[in-house]
C-alpha cells in the first residue's frame, strides 16, 4: 500500500512542506523532536488538517487533490492520539462498540478478541475517568483496531504515561507491530519507541523530511542527526544459543560473534532484536588479553563521522550488521583509525528488545 | 383584604377562569417558546461556539441584545417592526396572515427574541467547552458531522441543553414587558401570569396575586432545583 503525499502547511512561526511516497508496510514511524511538524504531518494525512494545497492518495484511493477531499470519517482510519481521546460519557465497552459500529462492512477481529488480547475484560464496565493512564491508552488502542483501520495513526500514545504506564502499552504495541493486518503511522519523538517498534523510519526536523528508510540503517547513518544523539545506537538481529542460569547469563548468536548478556529467561532458538548504544562501544586495534569486557566482536571501519566536541561516531561492519561506536577524537588520532582497518568492538552494555 | 392571604383552602376556590386562563397561556407561551428556540438555537449556537468568519462576533452581539436593554425598549421595536406600518408586519398583513400585534402568535414570536440569549448562551458555553480530540478521534473512527452531533455532542452537553431549556422557559414565564407592550392585556388571549398579577395588585386583590406568586415562586424553584441537581448528579459520578 502506497501513500503519496505533497502538502505545504504554513503557519505564522512554522511551514510544514513535504512531498513523500511511502511504501506503507508494518510500523512506520515520524520520528523528530517536538516542533518538528510529525503530529501535522499526521494530522494532514487523517484530513483533521485540511490545507487546499495537499495533495494525497492512498493506494488507489485519492484522499484529497484541489477540490476534492475525503473526508476523515470515510477514510478508515484508526485513532489513537497522546490522551487517548476516549468518549468521556462511555463506558469502555461504549467506546469499543462505537469503532465497531461503524466498520462500513470492512472484516476485522471481533469485539472479545481485542477485549481478550489488550486484558480489557475487568475495565469494560468502567467510565473513561475511572482508568489509570495505562488503562485508558489500551482502550484507546483497543478501539482503534475494532474499527478495522486500513489505516492505523498513532499520535505519541506513550508520551502522556509514566513509566508504568508504558509499560503496560509497550508490549501491546510490540504485537501489533507483528499482528497488525493494516498499515501503522507511528509519531514518535523517543528513539527506544522507534528501535522497538518501528519497521521503517521517516525522519522530520523543522517541518521537513530529513531522510527514511528501514529502521536498522537508518539509526546507523552518520549523516543524520540520529546518529549524532547523545543516545545513538544501533539494532542487531541475534538468536538466543544457551544460557548458564548459574552465571546468570544468556549467549546469543550474531553472524559475527557471541554477545553474553546477564537475562536468563530467553528462550534458547528464540531470535531477539539486541541494542548496543555508540557510547557503550569502545575500539581496540588487538584482541586485548586480560579485559574484564565479555563481549568482543570483530569489525571492519566503515565510515568515520565528523568530530564534534572531541568526539566522534564510527560506523562499523560487524559481519553484515551495523554497529556505531563513539570514541573521544584523540583516540581515534593516536590508533590512527581509518575506514577500512580491521579493529574489535568492546560492548560494555546490551538491552536485549524483544 | 387581609384575610384571604392563607394558603389553606383548596387551589380551585382560590383561581378564578381568569387567573387559569392566565396559566395556561403563560405555560404554553413558554413552552412552545422553549421548544422553538431549542430547535433554533442548537444550529445557531453551535456555529458561535466553533465556526469561523467574521461574521460570527456581531450575531454574536445582536443575540446578546436582550440582555442589556430595557424590556420595554424591545417591545416598543417590535410593536414598531411587527404592527401594520411596520416592517415585515405590513407584509405580514399583505400576505392575508393572522395580525401579530396583540395576539398569541405575536406573544411567541416577541418571546423568542426575548429569551433567545438563555437559550444560546448556555449551549454555547457547553458547546466550546467540548474537547476537540475527542471530536476529531470521533471522526477519525468513522463518525460524519451529523453522526458526531447525535452520538458525541448532544449527549456531553446534556448539562448545559438542559439549563438552556430551563433559562428559556422561567425567562420567558417571567416575562413582563414586552409582552405588555407586544400583546396587551387582553385576558383569555395575551393576558399571562406576570400582568395578570400586576393587574390583581393594582386592583388590590392581593389575596388572588398571593396565590399566582406562590405558585410562580414554587414552581421556578423546582425548575432551579432541577437544573442544579443534575448538575450535582452529574460532578457526582465523575
Known amino acids: 500500500m502506497r501513500l503519496r503525499l505533497s502538502c505545504r502547511v504554513t503557519w505564522p512561526a512554522f511551514e510544514l512542506a513535504c512531498e513523500a511516497d511511502w511504501p506503507l508496510q508494518g510500523v512506520t514511524a515520524l520520528f523528530g523532536e517536538s516542533g518538528s511538524g510529525k503530529t501535522t504531518l499526521l494530522r494532514v494525512i487523517a484530513g483533521l488538517h485540511r490545507d487546499p494545497r495537499t495533495r494525497l492518495s492512498f493506494g488507489e484511493e485519492c484522499w484529497q487533490d484541489g477540490r476534492r477531499f475525503r473526508p476523515v470519517d470515510q477514510r478508515g482510519l484508526g485513532w489513537v492520539s497522546q490522551q487517548g481521546d476516549l468518549f468521556p460519557h462511555l463506558s469502555v465497552r461504549g467506546n469499543l462498540d462505537f469503532a465497531f459500529q461503524r466498520r462500513r462492512g470492512r472484516k476485522g477481529p471481533e469485539t472479545y478478541s481485542v477485549i481478550h488480547s489488550l486484558g480489557l475484560e475487568d475495565l469494560l464496565d468502567r467510565l473513561p475517568a475511572q482508568l489509570s493512564g495505562g488503562q485508558r491508552q489500551r482502550v484507546a488502542l483497543g478501539r482503534a483496531l475494532l474499527a478495522a483501520p486500513k489505516l492505523l495513526l498513532l499520535d505519541e500514545p506513550l508520551a502522556s504515561l509514566d513509566a508504568a504506564g508504558k509499560a503496560e502499552l509497550l508490549p501491546a504495541l510490540e504485537r501489533l507491530r507483528l499482528e497488525a493486518d493494516c498499515p501503522v503511522l507511528y509519531v514518535s519523538h523517543s528513539p527506544d519507541e522507534v528501535a522497538r517498534l518501528a519497521d521503517r523510519l521517516v525522519l522530520l526536523e523543522q517541518g521537513r523530511i530529513l531522510g527514511e528508510g528501514e529502521t536498522v540503517p537508518m539509526l546507523c547513518r552518520l549523516d543524520l542527526p540520529l546518529a549524532e544523539r547523545e543516545d545513538a545506537e544501533a539494532l542487531l538481529e541475534a538468536t538466543v544459543t544457551g544460557s548458564l542460569p548459574g552465571e546468570g547469563l544468556s549467549e546469543l548468536a550474531l553472524p559475527g560473534g557471541t554477545l553474553w548478556v546477564t537475562q536468563t529467561a530467553l528462550t534458547p532458538g528464540s531470535h531477539v532484536r539486541v541494542r548496543l548504544l555508540a557510547r557503550d562501544i569502545s575500539l581496540a586495534l588487538q584482541e586485548p588479553r586480560e579485559c574484564s569486557i565479555l563481549n568482543r566482536l570483530p569489525a571492519v571501519i566503515r565510515e568515520i563521522g565528523e568530530a564534534k566536541r572531541g568526539q566522534v561516531t564510527l560506523r562499523l561492519d560487524c559481519a553484515g550488521q551495523q554497529v556505531l561506536s563513539r570514541i573521544t577524537e584523540r583516540s581515534r588520532r593516536e590508533l590512527g583509525l581509518a575506514p577500512g582497518m580491521r579493529v574489535v568492538a568492546l560492548v560494555k552494555g546490551v538491552a536485549v528488545l524483544a | ?238
Open chain 2, 1 to 238: 383584604m387581609h384575610h384571604e392571604v392563607g394558603l389553606c383552602p383548596a387551589m380551585t376556590d382560590l383561581l378564578t377562569p381568569a387567573d387559569w386562563a392566565a396559566l395556561w397561556i403563560t405555560l404554553r407561551l413558554a413552552l412552545l417558546t422553549t421548544l422553538l428556540l431549542l430547535g433554533l438555537g442548537l444550529p445557531l449556537a453551535w456555529w458561535l461556539a466553533r465556526g469561523r468568519g467574521p461574521l460570527r462576533v456581531g450575531v454574536e452581539a445582536v443575540v446578546a441584545l436582550p440582555l442589556v436593554l430595557p424590556p420595554t425598549v424591545l417591545g416598543f421595536y417590535l410593536l414598531l417592526a411587527l404592527g401594520p406600518q411596520g416592517f415585515p408586519g405590513a407584509w405580514w398583513e399583505a400576505l392575508g396572515l393572522p395580525r401579530l400585534v396583540f395576539s398569541f402568535p405575536g406573544l411567541v414570536l416577541a418571546s423568542l427574541v426575548y429569551s433567545l440569549p438563555f437559550v444560546v448562551q448556555p449551549l454555547t458555553t457547553a458547546f466550546r467547552g467540548l474537547d476537540d480530540g475527542v471530536l476529531d478521534a470521533a471522526s477519525a473512527l468513522g463518525a460524519g458531522p451529523l453522526d458526531r452531533f447525535r452520538s458525541i455532542v448532544l449527549p456531553q452537553s446534556r448539562a448545559g441543553i438542559l439549563a438552556a431549556a430551563v433559562l428559556g422557559f422561567a425567562h420567558t414565564v417571567g416575562e413582563f414587558g414586552v409582552v405588555l407592550m407586544i400583546g396587551g392585556n387582553i385576558p383569555g388571549e395575551t393576558q399571562v401570569l406576570s400582568i395578570a398579577i400586576y393587574d390583581q395588585v393594582e386592583s388590590l386583590a392581593y389575596g388572588r396575586a398571593h396565590m399566582l406568586s406562590g405558585l410562580l415562586l414554587a414552581g421556578s424553584l423546582l425548575l432551579l432545583l432541577l437544573v442544579y441537581g443534575s448538575r450535582a448528579r452529574k460532578e457526582a459520578r465523575l
